[in-house]
């Protein structure tokens, strides 16, 4: 509960489509994390689906991309 009421003030000043790509975020996080503090191990399948997001995230923020489909 803590960490979900934290969440939502730290978002109360950004874009809302700025928070949401990066909400899109926390299952990337997540696993990263997992896989650094306890040494979780990730299938190549899993590697290549948060591969996927973090640039499937990156390429919206990108500005000459959004011109391009305008």
Known sequence: GVAYTLQIIGQRGLNPTLA????SLE???S???GWIVLGDS???KELTGC???FTGVILAQLPS???LHK
């Open 20 to 23: 949401s790509l990066l909400m």
């Open 27 to 29: 299952s990337v996080i």
């Open 31 to 33: 696993a990263i994390s």
């Open 42 to 44: 990730m299938s190549p």
């Open 51 to 53: 591969i996927f997001v």
């Open 65 to 67: 991309i959004r011109k």
